[in-house]
């Protein structure tokens, strides 16, 4: 009976303890896949946030990529405009060298030119100066341009004395093709020198070309 009885207590014992070693192991299955699951989760989270980073990154390369490209076009169109307006320029100046050879229409031009560029200064003793090879048309002109002014001005008219020992630079020739030229026109200037106006042929075309 004593056997009996400890055999009976020796299995319940071993019973209860493969109940109590299922329950562990049930227990530790589900906390590993509990486990498992959240590392799984954590590294896709990883992965995505990792994806979404370089994607991202993708994204600014191309935005600075295109923002690249877009400038280099822009300069590019730039720059063909302004090699064009630049030709368009050196073109208009190689015209300009031939208005001082029409002899009347140049002539009538000098005069505008001086009343004009009175009218700018509105002073009444003025300094004029010219081309040496254009001294003899200002001169024929300068009477009937101060009077034209006077009228123009309503004022008395100025004293406009040429001079005769500086003038400007000539026209370029082969002699003196990248020295300072004047393609014509005159300079005035108030008897102090503050006031200047300059209107040259070459002033005016950097005029024109900067105004358009």
Do not use: W
């Amino acid at each position: 009976d004593v056997s009996k009885q400890i055999q009976q207590m020796v299995r319940f014992i071993r019973q209860e303890a493969e109940e109590k070693a299922n329950e562990i192991s049930v227990s530790a299955e589900e906390e590993f896949n509990i486990e498992k699951l959240q590392l799984v989760e954590t590294e896709k989270k990883k992965i995505k946030q990792e994806y979404e980073r370089k994607e991202k990154q993708v994204e600014i390369r191309k935005k600075i990529e295109y923002s690249m490209q877009l400038n280099a076009s822009r300069i590019k169109v730039l720059q063909a405009q302004d090699d064009l307006v630049n030709s368009m320029k050196e073109a208009a100046g190689k015209e300009l060298l031939h208005v001082s050879h029409h002899h009347h229409t140049y002539k009538r031009l000098l005069k505008e030119s001086i009343v004009q560029s009175l009218l700018r200064l509105k002073e009444p003793a003025v300094l004029l100066r010219c081309r040496e090879d254009d001294l003899e048309l200002v001169e024929s002109v300068l009477h009937s341009a101060k009077n034209e002014y006077a009228e123009k001005a309503n004022v008395h008219p100025p004293d406009v004395v040429v001079d005769n020992y500086i003038f400007l630079p000539a026209a370029p020739n082969h002699q003196h093709a990248h020295g300072p030229f004047c393609s014509g026109g005159v300079v005035l200037a108030s008897r102090d020198g503050k006031i200047v106006c300059e209107n040259t042929l070459d002033a005016r075309l950097d005029v024109v070309f900067r105004k358009k």
